[in-house]
């Protein structure tokens, strides 16, 4: 199993762009498998947009691949969302790893554009039809509920074929959806044990679909810091996510420590069947959130990817 560890970021603890891209050069340099971007329209707090930052990413890397984590399909128009996505992937070299879901009922947007949330599923499911067919067809036609195209034809096409089509998610129908049209699965804020079961079932319904995900293709993370559980910016990322995921075991969940917790955290991870990582680093500024990752290169990096 190919074993890779990418590096993530929830919100913009910077205080410019400058900031973000000597980050971006030191995981280009230093070895991260992977740079991802969480998805939020709405909020007071700075927080990239993820479909422009990957963009930029394209531009300003030549060997770092990366992704969304994840992008909700239901705000975004399949069209639109597959060009772009399709560009992405052309210039940088092949390098995108995009993800999707259909968002949480608790996300902003929804009460803040009018959106509806009913039947967002049903709308996820035919827009990311349309997206895979658009990234590998001359030309695609389809008549759904929610989306009527004709004759509709992008270029240039992606330059992975197929383009990774990764799902997040862990309820049935998000299971359904990953079985059915995903090429990989993308785990949310969850345990160890709460990703095992999650796997177990998508791993079912994919063979019972008759087109099993690779089992490469499964991919989890968590919160690390180069520290202790007392450290102030753990006990405040425990806090908020405590409040925003009620049942989440944060003890099993966030990790502190040295190098050695948190590979033993990556160690159970592995053990429910998860392959790809996306460890997002509890810092208090720029410069510390630059030697938590220097860390992170220097003392997990070489023993996971050898």
Same mark, same amino acid.
Not at 7 to 30: N, Q
Not at 208 to 235: C, I, K, W
Not at 242 to 252: E, G, H, I, N, Q
């Given at each position: 199993? !190919? *074993?890779? #560890? ?5 919100? @913009? ?31 007071? &707090?700075? &927080?990239?947009?993820?479909? /422009?930052?990957?963009? $930029?990413?394209?531009? =300003? ?50 009460? +803040?554009? %009018?959106?509806? /949330? ?5 709308? !996820?499911?035919? =827009?990311?039809?349309?997206? =895979? ?12 509920? @929610? ?6 034809? #992008? ?5 992975? &074929? ?10 049935? +129908? ?8 995903? /090429?990989?699965?993308?785990?949310? #804020?969850?345990?160890?044990? &709460?990703?095992?079961? *999650? #796997? ?8 019972? =679909? ?11 993370? @968590?919160?690390?810091? @180069?520290?202790? *559980? ?7 990322? +425990? ?11 944060? !003890?099993?969940?966030?990790? $502190? %420590? ?39 290169? !220097?003392?997990?990096?070489? *023993?996971?990817?050898?």
């Amino acid at each position: 199993m !190919a *074993v890779r #560890i990418g590096i993530g970021l929830a919100g @913009f603890p910077f205080e410019g762009p400058r900031d973000f891209w000597r980050w971006i050069e030191l995981c280009e340099a230093g070895g991260i498998d992977s740079f991802w971007q969480s998805d939020r329209l709405v909020s007071r &707090q700075p &927080q990239l947009e993820s479909i /422009t930052a990957m963009a $930029a990413l394209a531009g =300003a890397t030549s060997r770092l691949k990366f992704g969304m984590s994840v992008t909700v399909v239901s705000y975004r128009d399949p069209l639109v969302l597959a060009k772009e996505c399709a560009t992405i992937d052309y210039l940088s070299g092949g390098r995108l790893l995009p993800a999707f879901g259909v968002g949480p009922d608790s996300a902003p947007e929804w009460r +803040a554009t %009018g959106i509806p /949330t009913q039947r967002r599923g049903a709308r !996820a499911d035919e =827009a990311l039809t349309l997206m =895979a067919r658009l990234w590998s067809e001359e030309e695609v036609s389809f008549d759904g509920e @929610f989306y009527h195209y004709e004759g509709v034809s #992008i270029a240039p096409r992606p330059l992975q &074929q197929p383009l990774p089509l990764w799902i997040g998610g862990s309820s049935p +129908a998000a299971v359904r959806r990953t079985a059915r049209l995903g /090429t990989g699965w993308l785990a949310g #804020i969850q345990t160890a044990d &709460q990703v095992a079961g *999650v #796997i177990a079932a998508i791993r079912k319904a994919s063979e019972e =679909a008759g087109r099993p995900l690779d089992p490469e293709h499964y991919g989890a993370g @968590f919160p690390f810091r @180069f520290g202790s *559980v007392d450290d102030t910016v753990v006990q405040r990322t +425990a806090r908020a996510f405590a409040a925003f995921s009620p049942d989440l075991d944060t !003890a099993r969940y966030l990790t $502190a %420590g040295g190098a050695e917790a948190i590979l033993g955290r990556i160690a159970e991870y592995r053990a429910a069947g998860v392959t790809k990582f996306i460890l997002r680093p509890m810092a208090e500024s720029a410069e510390d959130l630059l030697e938590q990752t220097r860390r992170l290169e !220097a003392e997990v990096l070489p *023993v996971v990817h050898g």
